[in-house]
C-alpha cells in the first residue's frame, strides 16, 4: 500500500507541490495527471525519497520514506524522468550492477535478469552499450531495473515517453499485466492513457489536488459527457431544429458534424433520433458522447 500524506514541497517561493494526499491499494493502477509543472516529478521523488518533502511524508506498505528508508525502498521500484543510467554500460551490465544493489540472492541474478530481459523485449540490445540505444529502449531499460526486484510498489514518470505506438502499446500490457497484485502509479501528459491503463486518476495543478476518481468519473465531468454528436450534411438545418428540444441546453455545430449538449439531469438520445427520423435527416452517425477527458483536463486545470 502507498499512503502519500500532506506532502509539500518548496523551492524557494515556488510552491512546487502543496498539501498532497492520496492512497492507493494493491490492485490499483493511478493515472497521476497534470499539466507540465503541476508538480508530479516532484511529488514522485518524494515518494521514492530522491527528494526531502518541505512537509508531510509517504509510507510504502508502512515503511515511512524518511524515516525508515531502506525498508521502504526495498519494496519500491521507481523510473525516474529521463530514466538515467550508466551510458558505458551494457544493458546486461546494467542490470547485473542494479541486481545487487537490490541484494538479489546470488544464484537468482542471472534467471530473473533473463525473465526480465524477456518481459521488457530487452534480447536485441543485452550487450550494446545504454548510451548507443535509440530513446525508446533507454526507456525500457529504466523499466527493466525498476521492476528487476519485483517490487510491491512501481513509481512509473511517464513511462512510455519516447516510445513509438508499438512499444507504448506493449509498455501498457505490460502495466496491466503486473497490477494484479501491486500499487502501480504512472505519471502522464497522454490522456489516452489513463482508460486504457488507470483503474483510478488522480489530476493535480500547481501542486494541489484537483480529482481523484476513476477515469469514468473524470470523463463525466465533461460537458461533453452526455452530449449526442450527430454527423451529418444539413448542419445548419438540424442546428436549429435541435434547439427547440425541450432537454437542450446548448448547440455546438462545425462542418459536418453537431453537438448537442443536455439540460441538467435530461437524456436526449432518444429525443434526438426521434426528430432525426421525423424529418428525415440523412446521418452518418449518432451517438451519445461518455465525455472527453481533454476537455475536462483543460476546464479543470485552466480554472486552477
Ligand atoms: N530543483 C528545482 N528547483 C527549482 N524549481 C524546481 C525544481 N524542480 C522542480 N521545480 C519546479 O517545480 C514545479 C513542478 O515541477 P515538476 O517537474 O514536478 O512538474 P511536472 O508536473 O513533473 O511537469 P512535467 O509534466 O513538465 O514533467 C515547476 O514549476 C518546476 O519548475
Not at 541484494?103 to 530473473?112: A, F, K
Not at 519516447?162 to 500490457?173: A, M
Not at 434547439?243 to 462542418?255: E, F, H, M, Y
Not at 453537438?259 to 434526438?272: D, H, M, N, R, S
Request: aromatic content about 4%; overall charge negative.
Amino acid at each position: 500500500m502507498l499512503n502519500v500524506q500532506s506532502l509539500s514541497r518548496r523551492f524557494g517561493a515556488l510552491v512546487a507541490v502543496d498539501d498532497l494526499s492520496f492512497e492507493v491499494q494493491p490492485g490499483e493502477v493511478l493515472g497521476f495527471l497534470g499539466p507540465n509543472g503541476a508538480g508530479k516529478s516532484t511529488t514522485m521523488k518524494m515518494i521514492t525519497g530522491f527528494l526531502t518533502p518541505t512537509s508531510g511524508t509517504a509510507s510504502i506498505c508502512g515503511h515511512d520514506i524518511q524515516t525508515d528508508p531502506v525498508a521502504a525502498k526495498r519494496a519500491l521500484g521507481y523510473l525516474p524522468e529521463g530514466a538515467p543510467a550508466y551510458g558505458d554500460m551494457t544493458v546486461r551490465q546494467f542490470l547485473r550492477f542494479i541486481a545487487k544493489i537490490r541484494e538479489l540472492p546470488p544464484g537468482q541474478i542471472d534467471s530473473r535478469i533473463e525473465s526480465v530481459i524477456e518481459t521488457i523485449q530487452l534480447q536485441a540490445v543485452v550487450d550494446r552499450p545504454i548510451e548507443a540505444l535509440s530513446k525508446g529502449y533507454k526507456r525500457r531499460v529504466g523499466l527493466a531495473q525498476a521492476i528487476l526486484h519485483d517490487p510491491q510498489v512501481l513509481i512509473l514518470d511517464e513511462p512510455t515517453d519516447g516510445l513509438d505506438p508499438n512499444q507504448k502499446h506493449e509498455v501498457r500490457k505490460l502495466i496491466q499485466s503486473m497490477a494484479k497484485d501491486k500499487v502501480i502509479v504512472v505519471s502522464t501528459h497522454i490522456l489516452e492513457e489513463v482508460p486504457a491503463v488507470c483503474s483510478r486518476a488522480v489530476l493535480i495543478a500547481r501542486g494541489r489536488k484537483l480529482f481523484d476518481g476513476t477515469p469514468e468519473e473524470l470523463s463525466a465531468r465533461s460537458r461533453y459527457h452526455h452530449a449526442v454528436t450527430l454527423h451529418l450534411e444539413a448542419t445548419d438545418e438540424a442546428a436549429e431544429a435541435l434547439r427547440g428540444l425541450d432537454q437542450v441546453a446548448d448547440v455546438d455545430t462545425a462542418p459536418g458534424r453537431v453537438t448537442v449538449f443536455p439540460k441538467p439531469g435530461a437524456q436526449l438520445i432518444e429525443p434526438v433520433n426521434r426528430l432525426a427520423r421525423e424529418r428525415g435527416w440523412q446521418t452518418d452517425s449518432i451517438f451519445q458522447e461518455p465525455g472527453r477527458l481533454d476537455d475536462v483536463f483543460r476546464s479543470l486545470t485552466e480554472a486552477a
